[in-house]
């Protein structure tokens, strides 16, 4: 199985700030890598596939990147309503797999 | 625009069984690839089973054998029959979807399934 390792866990951050979150993978994956945002008690959102591609409704101030087996998520000045837990997934064997969250919150 | 309606959790006791139902509008389940993806509480996701357009299915190791995912087309739906269920199954089940790839590009709100005594 591939094992998806997200750093860090939790981060405090303020509005406007820049926040990097990074994931790694026990394997190549491609680009194979899929980045989600969860808020609580609701489902998760898919922000980013294909490692660096923003879904069409994702504001441009998340980007992603990476190939292989190293993966960052960048939110360029955080927005209040960007508080939340990342994910990232990837999806290029079975089993699919998420790395274990990265909870960004209001410092 | 795609939208997904999950219905059936509860509480089962232990070996008991279950069966989720995953309503889709906007879109056919026959031809995206549809999954289950679960959330126990208080933590991350896991990926449960996903389902082919051409209906090649696939499980994670913790519930192979157990759970069993199938559609019914004519009423554009996704199920997951859970047998023999264990504490450790206890979990909001999400049912997503997408188009081209082994991603989820669409979720439904979240069903919870409670398994104890």
């Known amino acids: 199985d591939i094992q998806m390792t997200q750093s860090p866990s939790s981060l405090s951050a303020s509005v406007g700030d820049r926040v990097t979150i990074t994931c790694r993978a026990s394997?190549?994956?491609?680009?194979?890598l899929a980045w989600y945002q969860q808020k609580p008690e609701k489902a998760p959102t898919c922000l980013i596939y294909g490692a660096s591609s923003l879904q069409s409704w994702v504001p441009s101030r998340f980007s992603a990147s990476g190939s292989g087996t190293d993966f960052t998520l960048t939110i360029d000045s955080l927005q209040p309503e960007d508080f939340a837990t990342y994910y990232c997934?990837?999806?290029?064997?079975?089993?699919?797999?998420f790395g274990g969250g990265t909870r960004v919150e209001i410092k | 625009e795609a939208r997904l309606v999950e219905s059936g959790g509860g509480l089962v006791q232990p070996g008991g069984s279950l069966r989720l139902s995953c309503a889709a509008s906007g879109f056919s389940v026959s031809n995206y690839y549809m999954s289950w993806v679960r959330q126990a509480p208080g933590k991350g996701l896991e990926w449960v089973s996903i389902?082919?357009?051409?209906?090649?299915?696939y499980y994670a190791d913790s519930v192979n054998g157990r759970f069993t995912i199938s559609r019914d087309s004519s009423k554009n739906t996704l199920f997951l029959q859970m047998n023999n269920l264990r504490d450790e199954d206890t979990a909001v089940y999400y049912c997503?979807?997408?188009?081209?790839?082994?991603?989820?590009?669409?979720w439904g709100q979240g069903t919870l399934v409670t398994v104890s005594s």
């Open positions: 997934q990837q999806y290029n064997s079975y089993p699919l797999t």
């Open positions: 389902l082919y357009s051409g209906g090649n299915t």
């Open positions: 394997q190549g994956i491609s680009r194979s």
């Open positions: 997503a979807s997408d188009p081209y790839s082994l991603l989820f590009g669409v």
